[in-house]
């Protein structure tokens, strides 16, 4: 079946659950019974393990999936790396800049290209650690004009890959089933999931963040005092009920329908093609599965006394490193909320912070920043890295240091998110250099102007009480 032939009944049909045992079959009895690996599966189809961790990690942490497909995705020629004026140059990324500075990206340029789809609009922008080291994260990017090809898929071993379109949905198939990702809401595709990101209207061009966890997977945050449920409840979480195509073309490598595969493997592009479609699987059962949520449902919690609280309060993900508390990257949100606080400086304080934090803007604008032209615009970017110091720029600190204390909503219509890490993150050169995006001056003209507020020795002030 083409992938256009399939109806909006049988694609979106989605199954609930954060870290969920699920299951799912698109024909009847395709899912073994009691068991997982029988002498000859159901209907024909050959049973394959999917797994997300070691095969002896904690049972608190293993995840795996059994797919029951027509062919196993083994049965493919060799991969090739793809030639190097095929691979998106900003994928492979290089040598990373690590520089102390303040950095804000204006908004990202759509593919200029018709020709470009989700993989070869792939950007590496910033990132940290190693792929084949399984540490670390990496930051993307994406531009696409076009649907990936129906007859092709896209997988990486590097890690879990969390989508966040800013414009334009996205229709991803998935070995899985089928995702509708719009803006305002996202995804991820665990490691290894073959898929295809196809445009939801052809005419609509995505542009969007992805951030690539090389380690672990992500998290619901522990919710401490909060009780049992708030911010990102788990059965907001969705996941793809199988469906598949049947084209299992001919026996041998070199039947006619070909499909391609791509691997992103350490960062570099391969190829392979095959007879038989990858999305072949017509049941599936695990913990180990893709899945989308809609950020208009975080329950966003907040003070009702005084004082702004720490970002964390925002957490939908967190991907933990191996120090309890301390997040190889958290997925933060900063959706429209109610503001109360009393004899309080509202917007984010100025800070230094030995975590860094990259942040996008899906849409509207941000409390601590202006917008407009050459300010922090839907589609652009920041980076403040380990102990760079940042916080409102002053035209926001003059406006909330007067502005009335009465409840306010902020962001209606906004949403800004941050990729917070532990690490230091490094800018590639395609986001320093070649993106041509990097705002001159951003430091300069947002905190060159902050006024001096001290009253002086003399002039009074409760402040000098020492003297
Ligand atoms: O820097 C930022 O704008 C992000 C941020 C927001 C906030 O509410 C508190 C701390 C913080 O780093
Ligand atoms: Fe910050």
């Known amino acids: 079946m083409r992938a256009t032939d399939f109806s909006i009944k049988e694609k979106y049909r989605y199954q609930c659950g954060f870290d969920s045992y699920l299951e799912s079959e698109a024909a009847p009895g395709a899912l073994p019974v009691g068991q997982n690996s029988p002498q000859k599966p159901p209907l024909g189809l050959y049973a394959e393990k999917l797994s997300g961790t070691a095969f002896t990690a904690p049972r608190h942490e293993n995840k795996q ?3 029951y497909r027509i062919l196993p995705s083994c049965s493919h020629p060799n991969f090739e790396e793809l030639p190097a004026e095929s691979t998106p140059e900003s994928l492979t990324g290089g040598k990373l800049h690590y520089i102390p500075n303040q950095l804000r990206w204006d908004p990202f340029d759509h593919a200029s290209s018709k020709a470009t789809d989700f993989v070869s609009g792939l950007h590496h922008l910033a990132g940290a650690g190693d792929p084949t080291l399984k540490q670390g994260l990496g930051i993307y990017i994406y531009a696409a004009a076009k649907s990936m090809n129906e007859h092709s898929a896209f997988y990486s071993s590097d890690g879990d890959l969390l989508i966040v379109p800013q414009e334009g949905a996205l229709d991803i198939r998935t070995e899985f089933g089928w995702l509708l990702v719009r803006p305002m809401e996202i995804c991820v595709i665990p490691r290894g999931v073959r898929y295809q990101v196809r445009l939801a209207d052809e005419n609509q061009p995505a542009r969007g963040y992805a951030l690539e966890l090389f380690q672990g997977h992500f998290l619901l945050p522990e919710l401490g005092p909060i009780g049992s449920n708030g911010l990102a409840n788990a059965r907001d979480f969705q996941a793809p009920a199988a469906c598949f195509s049947e084209d299992c073309g001919t026996t041998g490598f070199d039947g006619a329908t070909s499909y ?3 691997a992103k493997f350490n960062n570099t592009l391969f190829t392979t093609h095959q007879p038989h479609t990858p999305f072949d699987v017509v049941a599936w059962h695990g913990n180990y599965y893709p899945y989308k949520y809609d950020l208009g449902r975080f329950n966003t919690i907040g003070s009702i006394s005084y004082d702004h609280p720490d970002p964390s309060i925002f957490t939908v993900l967190t991907a933990p490193s191996d120090h309890v508390g301390t997040a190889i990257a958290d997925f933060v949100i900063f959706p429209p909320r109610w503001l109360v606080g009393e004899d309080t400086f509202r917007p984010p304080w100025y800070h230094r912070n030995t975590m860094s934090e990259f942040m996008g803007l899906i849409q509207g604008g941000y409390d601590a920043k202006k917008g407009g032209s050459g300010g922090f615009i839907p589609g652009g970017a920041s980076l403040h890295n380990v102990m760079s110091g940042h916080g409102p720029d002053a035209e ?3 406006g909330a240091r007067n502005a009335e204390l009465k409840p306010a909503k902020v962001g209606d219509g906004s949403c800004a998110f941050m990729f917070e890490s532990c690490l230091m993150v490094g800018v590639t ?21 902050v006024k001096v507020h001290w009253v002086k020795r003399g002039e ?6 020492l003297e």
């Not at 050169?429 to 003209?445: D, I, M, T």
């Not at 009074?460 to 009480?465: A, D, F, I």
């Open 429 to 449: 050169e395609w986001g320093l250099n070649r993106c041509q995006k990097v705002q001159e001056g951003y430091s300069e003209h947002s905190w060159g102007g």
């Open 460 to 465: 009074g002030s409760r402040g000098h009480l």
């Open 65 to 67: 999936t059994w797919l």
């Open 396 to 398: 926001s600190y003059e």
């Open 260 to 262: 391609t595969v791509t």
